[in-house]
């Protein structure tokens, strides 16, 4: 029976995250999504802009435009919402280091254009402490990066009320391998951390203080162990609920509220059949609305084809309607919550809060996130989480359909077409970007561009908010290189630790001595058939921060025998080139995942070569299409590994064959 | 065997002298190359390395301490301070972490904690692991630090100091300083009981940490007054942050300091050639065992040819591996020794 309408619940915003080339092709993408049915936008940055990096910076090279929209300044900004009303439109924007820095430019537009900065809504995410944790798009170090967040929720409270100016994000914890209980202990640890810098700064009356923490919001994470997702929810809530009430006197239930938006789990969905992500996602997708008191209030969906490249509008558009579906079809919205009452859901429930409270406790014996974060502690545990998951994966406990059973398929119609099923950035998209940029330098005021960067040096300097200043760099048109440049000359720059340093003995090997000792002693052979023990360099080149390969196949070559060096993210080729000289290397592994492998990986082999390193074996992973793991052996690249590669026991078996071949060694081949 | 491309090293030598990276590189390599093969060559390329240079060159410093006690991060400030003043620095990293007895390899990770960002030609880091399953600095690291001072100002090797490593250290090292942890009783422990032998220089990091710091820092110099000392060197103990760069330049001038000392007291060319001569002793005490020694005179007699050929202890360390494989034979035989000629496999017959 069709139910009358006037019952249900509005559904949550439905967003789709997005960006990609230039300001002008993203806003054309986000007005087609707007007409499709999405409520709300969320913006995808590039990596340049999200590090602080002018479009014509070196380490830009290869990224302009391509995992996200390039805004250099203002100019960018207005183009991008042209035509849209910033004063109805509720946008995201997944921006972090320089979160201060794109609100400024979402007010400055918004003052110029005469519009109101109060009735501005949306968020930033700016949690930049998971980006030392996960996503990796740091800059400056802890205490300075607290500080851009304090400043931001400090200015907005007053200036910008309906803006969500963080979002603590627990989501990325998952997606680097974070059990349910490390996130909900970390995000809250980070929460924690970012109201007291609040507190302390002084800048808010005690009085308003419940505001503040209402202002707080959080962005998770759902992966396809459902209900137990559901159940960390319902603990986010209830421990959010007693954390407020408690450590910051906040007597108003309503604001004490735990405000969530969601993406699912994308680390789970897969390259090898990749039709099954569609049921992935929206089973994962049931978790966050299905218990009504824990329902979350804005969704965006992966696509289908997640593990092979950038989506197209097409796929994207299913991802959306895979939302309308749930929302508009079911009678998911009529109820009240239906797990209310449910023994068994308050049983998970408890105990996941009892084991978030003892990590909680554990990290704040340490001196809290931070210290934990400059210690290595959280990265390690977190390095340690996913190591287990893919040793699950690997040994068949952890079942992956497609991946590591159920492998045989029909031929899929999907992925047959010409584009490769994937989003294609048009690699002229990078000098566009630059040629304007360099036109917008030409046509703006100089003296008031150095004023407003003076300005904001000072108020580095002096601790004043970061925010007016930041405003006004943004109306007098400095670029985003400009004002990262600036905070670093002042705040200096930070290389968190990279976690991989977990103890060798701590870990049991599940099992499979025989496989690890086998590969052990391919190791050591080989070792002593070349005269020394077989020396690795992970090498990560670029403003890619996907680190999860990287570290776990250092983890596992450290495990079965390699010296391995692995310097962290966001290296230049010239370093990891540099690097490989001075370590004297038998092989250097690149992880690149943000599409820019054939730049990238064709400028290590170059800087190896002018080393007199050309023999020097080069393998390479992450998310490579079919076609360019070709163009990148003519290269000269010796492999290529990508998801589908999910064992890594046998990468290290193929790793060893490589090293042996290149040095006149018979290649041992796959174990029997 | 295998068809393992090894450098000539003659031509090797004469590119490292230019300081080129690539042969430093491949220098090195060489030198770390169990092959007995790579063995002899090492040999030769050491000997066509030494010269006057090996006594006067550069400066080797060695820095030691507990886990975590900020060795890199401190090694990391000076190698700004020197570089600003336009030196060279070389530094070799010994990981402390790896456990070989584990089966698995070793996780190298200083030089993240060492290099800044920018890049730098000046510069030039190899990490090793610690293959020495008792602990202590692998024999290696003597003669990489001496072919990296043949182009380098300075020459940092870090290693961590547990036990007996610190004595290891003093042997290579012309300058050894301590890194102390605040509030930690270890090192005044170790210098009370006299195992680590008083380095030249002590440092108590982490000095933003207040009161901790100088109260370590204070017991520190009480205690090392104790023990017995150069009389015309100071034994300077220092307060720094690496974290805040406070301290960092007198700490540096320290080290310029006592390199001097060592020079115009005529000590650091004696101090180089002893530490050669002890090198080479450990080698063929590793290679050979006791009884190895033994066939070539014993340590003393060892030790006092070396201390001869001061400038070539490379030929010599040549001619007495042969002179003890040659004795192996004929002590030996009818069992095959020759099996055994790879160096790797500590002959202790
Ligand atoms: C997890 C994840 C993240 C995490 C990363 C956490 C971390 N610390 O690594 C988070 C949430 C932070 C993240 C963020 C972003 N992500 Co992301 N992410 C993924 C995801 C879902 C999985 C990647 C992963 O970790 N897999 C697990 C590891 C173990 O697998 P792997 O890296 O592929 O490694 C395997 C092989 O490839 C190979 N391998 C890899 N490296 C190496 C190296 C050597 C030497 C060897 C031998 C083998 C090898 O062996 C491994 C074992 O199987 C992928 C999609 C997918 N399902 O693959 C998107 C994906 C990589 N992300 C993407 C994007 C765009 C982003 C963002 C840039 C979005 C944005 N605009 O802000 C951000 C920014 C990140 C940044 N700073 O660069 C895109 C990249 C698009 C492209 N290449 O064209 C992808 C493909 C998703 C998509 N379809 O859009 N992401
Ligand atoms: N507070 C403070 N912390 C410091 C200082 N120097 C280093 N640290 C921290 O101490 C930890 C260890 O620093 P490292 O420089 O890696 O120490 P190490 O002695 O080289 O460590 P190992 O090589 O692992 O033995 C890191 O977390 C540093 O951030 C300092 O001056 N003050
Ligand atoms: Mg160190």
């Known amino acids: 029976m069709i139910s009358s309408r006037k019952k249900r619940d509005q559904p949550w915003l439905m967003r789709t995250y997005s960006g990609h080339s230039s300001a002008r092709a993203s806003n054309a993408l986000y007005r087609t999504n707007l007409a499709k049915g999405q409520t709300g936008l969320s913006v995808a940055f590039d990596l340049p802009t999200q590090t602080g990096y002018d479009a014509d910076h070196p380490l830009a090279r290869g990224e302009v435009g391509k995992v996200g929209v390039p805004i250099s300044h203002i100019g960018d900004m207005d183009q991008l919402f042209d035509q849209i009303p910033l004063d109805q439109m509720n946008t ?252 068994v859901i308050a049983a998970k429930v408890a105990d996941l809060i009892e084991g978030a409270k003892k990590e909680i406790e554990k990290v704040e014996e340490q001196g809290g996130i931070i210290a934990a974060i400059e210690s290595g502690y959280i990265k390690r545990e977190l390095v340690g989480s996913h190591m287990h998951r893919l040793r699950a994966i690997e040994s068949g406990d952890l079942q992956i359909i497609g991946v590591n059973c159920f492998q045989e398929t029909a031929e899929s119609p999907l992925t047959g077409g010409t584009d490769g099923a994937i989003m294609k950035i048009d690699p002229a998209a990078e000098r566009g970007q630059i040629e304007r940029l360099q036109a917008h330098r030409k046509s703006r005021n100089d003296a008031d561009v150095r004023a407003a960067l003076q300005g904001l040096a000072d108020a580095a300097k002096t601790g004043e908010n970061i925010m007016p200043s930041s405003i006004r760099c943004a109306l007098a048109g400095v670029s985003t290189g400009e004002w990262g440049d600036t905070l670093r000359a002042v705040f200096g720059e930070f290389r968190p630790p990279t976690g991989i340093d977990i103890a060798i003995d701590s870990r049991q090997v599940l099992g499979q001595k025989d496989l690890v000792a086998e590969l052990r002693e391919r190791v050591a052979d080989t070792g002593s058939a070349l005269g ?106 010796r492999a290529v590994y990508t998801p589908k590669d999910f064992n890594l026991n046998a990468i290290m078996v193929d790793m060893v064959d490589v090293i042996r071949e290149c040095n006149g060694l018979q290649r041992l081949g796959p174990r029997p | 065997m295998t068809q393992v491309k090894l450098p000539d090293p003659e031509q090797l030598a004469l590119r490292i002298l230019r300081g080129e990276r690539a042969a430093v590189a491949s220098g090195l390599n060489l030198l770390d190359n169990k092959l007995a093969e790579a063995r002899s060559r090492s040999a030769r390329l050491l000997a066509s390395l030494s010269g ?32 600003s003043s336009g030196r060279s620095v070389a530094v070799l990293a010994v990981d402390p972490s790896s456990r070989p007895e584990l089966g698995g390899g070793a996780l190298l990770g200083d030089r993240i904690r060492i290099k800044n960002s920018s890049h730098d030609e000046g510069l030039f880091i190899r990490s090793l ?15 990489m630090s001496w072919l990296l001072l043949t182009c380098f100002d300075i020459v940092v090797i870090e290693t961590v100091g547990v036990g007996q490593t610190e004595i290891d250290i003093a042997e290579i090292g012309d300058t050894v300083c301590y890194v102390a942890q605040p509030a930690s009783g270890d090192t005044i422990q170790y210098l009370k009981s006299g195992i680590i032998e008083i380095p030249d220089i002590f440092a108590v990091n982490k000095s933003d940490l207040g009161a901790a710091a100088r109260k370590t820092a204070a017991e520190i110099a009480r205690s090392a007054s104790r023990q017995d000392r150069r009389a015309d060197w100071d034994y300077p103990v220092c307060l720094v942050s690496a974290a805040m760069s406070t301290g960092i330049e007198q700490f540096r001038d320290h080290f310029d300091r006592h390199r001097s000392f060592l020079t115009n007291a005529g000590l650091l060319g004696k101090l180089r050639a002893r530490h050669q001569s002890a090198w080479v002793v450990r080698l063929l005490k590793e290679e050979f065992g006791t009884f190895g020694l033994e066939l070539a005179g014993g340590r003393t007699a060892v030790a006092e040819r070396l201390s001869k050929g001061v400038l070539n202890q490379f030929e010599e360390y040549e001619r007495l591996r042969k002179q003890i494989l040659s004795r192996f034979m004929s002590v030996s035989r009818p069992s095959s020794p020759t099996k055994k000629e790879h160096p790797d496999e500590q002959a202790i017959v």
């Open chain 1, 532 to 637: 020394r023990p077989l020396k690795l360099l992970v090498g990560k080149p670029g403003l890619d921060g996907h680190s999860n390969g990287a570290e776990q196949v250092a983890v596992k070559a450290r495990d079965v025998g390699f010296e391995v060096v692995y310097d962290g993210i966001r290296l230049t080729p010239q370093q990891i080139a540099q690097a490989a000289e001075e370590e004297g290397v038998h092989l250097v592994g690149l992880s690149i995942l943000s599409g820019s492998h054939m730049e990238l990986a064709g400028a290590v082999l170059r800087e190896l070569h002018a080393r007199d390193l050309g023999n020097l074996p080069v393998i390479a992973g992450g998310i490579i299409p079919p076609e360019d793991a070709e163009r990148l052996k003519a290269l000269g690249v």
């Open chain 1, 92 to 343: 995201s924007m997944t921006i972090n280091a320089t979160a201060a820095w794109l609100l400024s430019l979402y007010i400055g537009l918004a003052q110029r254009r005469g519009i109101d900065p109060r009735k501005l809504s949306g968020t930033t995410q700016n949690d930049i402490i998971k980006e030392y944790l996960s996503r990796g798009t740091y800059i400056y170090p802890p205490g300075p990066s607290m500080r851009l967040i304090a400043d931001t929720i400090n200015y907005t409270v007053r200036h910008v009320p309906k803006w969500n100016p963080t979002n603590i994000c627990s989501y990325h914890l998952q997606e680097a391998g974070a059990t349910p209980v490390q996130e909900l202990a970390y995000a809250l640890c980070t929460a924690m951390a970012v109201l007291d810098t609040v507190k302390a700064s002084g800048e808010i009356e005690v009085a308003a203080f419940p505001q503040v923490v209402e202002r707080i919001s959080f962005f998770v994470n759902a992966g396809m162990r459902f209900v137990e997702e559901c159940c960390k929810l319902r603990a986010f809530g209830e421990m959010w609920d007693e954390l407020t009430a408690t450590r910051y006197q906040v007597d108003d239930p309503k604001l004490r509220r735990f405000r969530y938006g969601v993406q699912v789990n994308s680390l789970g969905l897969t390259e090898p059949q990749p039709e099954n992500n569609v049921q992935r996602i929206v089973l994962e997708m049931l978790a966050v609305v299905l218990s009504r008191r824990a329902r979350a209030r804005a969704i965006q969906l992966p696509a289908w084809n997640e593990a092979m490249g950038l989506p197209r509008p097409w796929d994207q558009q299913w991802a959306l309607r895979m939302q309308q579906v749930m929302a508009f079809e079911t009678d998911l919205l009529e109820y009240e919550d239906i797990l209310d009452g449910s023994p």
């Open chain 2, 129 to 143: 692991a610690n293959r020495n399953q008792l602990g202590g600095v692998a024999t290696e690291v003597w003669p």
């Open chain 2, 52 to 83: 006057e240079h090996w006594l006067d060159a550069g400066h080797l410093i060695g820095i030691t301490g507990p886990p975590g006690a900020g060795k890199s991060s401190l090694v990391s400030a000076l190698i700004r301070a020197w570089r």
